[in-house]
């Protein structure tokens, strides 16, 4: 907080509260109108950088208005075979802290638009590094590193080529990886190698895949540097809600000295309770925000994609992976940027796909009706109606016949429709069936003008001139 400074308090309530949010605020302008005392508590502010940051943690109503319209913007680019997600956050999200910022520590505002994101490279890398763990480490996972690399892209410094010992289990697992695609092949992995052909060095192109593997592997070798792959999605970019908010967190270096191993007075320092630490402020989404995430696939190679295959599943188990154990943003590993399960939102946004879907369905109908001849759509319209009709008397001829049944009455009613129709395939085919409807053993009407009646109907459909 702010040292306030003295000035005389006026009666009246409202500008006493005014006074007081100038002083919170250090609003120098305000006070300087009401005559402040220079007084021992009149001091610049302490807390000049928190100041600055609770000043721009506000959201409003101009940046709610911009997310919003991010959103619909998203939507209504969203192409048929794009993967989204949704997902709440669970604690505070820390993002683009490196950042050049007034106040030292920076914050990741989109460009021109001065709102909070996650940029698209940074959800790719975590999404990245959850698919090579599940690929090294979960024996029960569709995803290999040859996923990996033909989705993502390939990493020439990837976890699994470093040979120090914070590396070693990667290591150990890509070469367990290498032996089996050595035993069993992978389709995955012969797709992309055929795909990156060209950027292999001559001298590597005929080698088998476990052997190219295993190069990859080496040290020495120059094979990775060769190869120039970005990968088959493009991932978005992912913006809180509109009813996403921000706040100013604060990071407080208790025992400073001590970790950096100062000497004071002439000894190591050691942690103790009368140290001064200097807190350090930044800015966070708040928990509570919801983020879409999204990913496009690239044209072309068909043959990688279809080597892949469900290639929106293996990204769904990726994104779970990374949202319930790795986090986005900064500081994941004390806890910021965890995210959890938005079952709303995605019950949502099945909701608004399943209703694209059926109204892309119903223009695709009216497209491919609208294409049809006069005869043609009136042939269809009345297939509708005589296989309704056979569905009623299949379901009728399971039971023994009653003259003056239902059936009969749905008979008459289907006779005196397809009279009144004019297409004649659709009054050949109503007469096959009225003529199925009455024979001895099931269906013949008792009374002998019903009979005529129906027969007469009949002939009538049956007479090419009617």
Request: proline share 5%; net charge neutral.
């Amino acid at each position: 907080m702010a040292d306030k400074g003295e000035v005389d308090a006026p009666e009246d309530r409202e500008a006493r509260n005014r006074l007081r949010d100038a002083a919170e605020r250090a609003d120098w302008e305000t006070l300087g109108r009401n005559q402040p005392r220079t007084t021992e508590r009149w001091v610049p502010l302490k807390n000049q950088k928190r100041v600055a940051l609770q000043a721009a943690a506000g959201m409003g109503k101009v940046a709610a208005d911009l997310l919003s319209a991010l959103a619909a913007r998203a939507d209504a680019l969203r192409g048929p075979d794009d993967w989204r997600r949704d997902a709440e956050l669970i604690a505070p999200l820390a993002t683009g802290l490196g950042n050049p910022h007034p106040v030292e520590n920076g914050f990741a505002f989109l460009s021109p638009y001065g709102v909070p994101y996650l940029a698209g490279s940074g959800i790719k890398g975590v999404l990245r590094r959850a698919a090579e763990e599940l690929a090294l480490f979960d024996a029960d996972s569709a995803w290999s590193m040859a996923h990996v690399w033909a989705l993502f892209g390939f990493d020439e410094n990837s976890g699994c080529f470093k040979g120090d010992d914070n590396a070693q289990r990667w290591c150990y697992a890509y070469a367990g990886w290498v032996e089996r695609v050595r035993e069993r092949g992978d389709t995955v992995l012969d797709a992309w190698l055929t795909a990156i052909r060209d950027q292999l060095p001559r001298e590597s192109r005929d080698l088998a895949s476990a052997e190219v593997l295993a190069a990859f592997a080496a040290r020495t070798d120059g094979l990775r540097r060769a190869i120039h792959w970005e990968g088959l999605l493009a991932v978005q970019d992912a913006f809180p809600d509109a009813k996403a908010t921000m706040a100013v967190d604060i990071l407080n270096p208790h025992h400073k000295d001590y970790y950096e191993a100062k000497t004071v007075n002439g000894r190591q320092a050691t942690p103790h309770d009368a140290e001064n630490p200097v807190p350090v402020f930044f800015l966070t989404v708040a928990p509570g925000a919801r983020f879409t995430f999204a990913a496009r696939p690239l044209l072309g190679r068909e043959a990688l994609w279809r080597a892949i295959g469900d290639w929106k599943a293996l990204l769904d188990a990726a994104f779970e992976y990374a949202r319930d154990w790795l986090g986005f943003g900064a500081k994941t590993a004390v806890g910021y940027g965890a995210l959890a399960h938005d079952p709303e939102a995605e019950d949502r946004r099945a909701g608004a796909e399943l209703r694209a879907r059926e109204r892309a369905a119903r223009e695709a109908e009216e497209a491919r009706r609208r294409s049809l001849s006069p005869e043609d759509l009136a042939w269809e319209d009345n297939l509708r109606h005589i296989k309704s009709f056979r569905d009623e008397f299949e379901k009728a001829r399971k039971s023994a016949y009653k003259p003056g049944c239902l059936f009969d009455q749905k008979r008459i009613e289907f006779m005196k429709l397809a009279l009144a129709w004019t297409e004649p395939r659709s009054r050949a085919e109503a007469a096959k069936l009225l003529r199925e409807t009455m024979n001895k053993a099931w269906g013949m009407p008792s009374n002998k003008e019903s009979k005529q009646r129906l027969n007469d109907a009949i002939a009538t459909l049956e007479s090419p001139g009617s």
